[in-house]
C-alpha cells in the first residue's frame, strides 16, 4: 500500500476533497473547501497510488489552542491505518497546543483514543447540529 500525505494546497482538485466528505460526513461545497483550508494552520490530503482517498485540518493559533475537524478516509479504504497517519501528522505540526475535536460517531472514540486523545469533562459547545449535546 503506498499512501502519500500532501501537507500543501498546491494543484488541489476541491471537487475531489468534496467528492471525499460526500462519501463520508456529507456534502460540501468545494469553494468554500479552498476558503477554510487556506486559512487552516495545518491540513493534511491522503493518497493511495495517485488517488485521493483521506483529509484532514487542523484550525489554530500554533501555540496554546487547536481544534482538528474533517477527519476522514473513504470507506473502501478504512481500517488500513490511514486515518491514524493523518493524524499523527497533524498532532505533530501542533505539538506545542492542547487539542480538541468534536467526535460524531461512538465507533470513532476506540480511534481518538488509540491515538491518546480522552474525554473532556467540559467542552461547551454552540452551533452544532441539535443531535450532538448531551
Ligand atoms: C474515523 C476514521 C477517519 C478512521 O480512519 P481509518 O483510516 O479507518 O482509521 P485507522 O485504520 O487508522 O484505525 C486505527 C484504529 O482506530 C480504531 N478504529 C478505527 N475505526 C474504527 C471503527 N469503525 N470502530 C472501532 N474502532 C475503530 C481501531 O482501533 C483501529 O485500529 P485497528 O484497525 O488495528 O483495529 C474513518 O473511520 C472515517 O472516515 N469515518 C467516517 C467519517 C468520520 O466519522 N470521521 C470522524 C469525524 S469525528
Redesign the pocket.
Known sequence: MNVTLKRDLEGVDWQAVANVYAE??GPEDPAQLARTWATSFATVLAYLDGRLV?AARAISDGEREALIVG???LPA?????????MMRALIEDLRRTAIL?????D??V??YR?LGFRVHKRVMALGYPEGCYV
Do not use: M, Y
Open positions: 463520508t460526513l483521506g477527519v476522514v478516509v479504504f478504512q481500517r488500513r491505518g490511514i486515518g491514524t497517519a475535536l468534536t467526535c460524531l460517531e465507533e470513532n476506540s480511534f488509540s
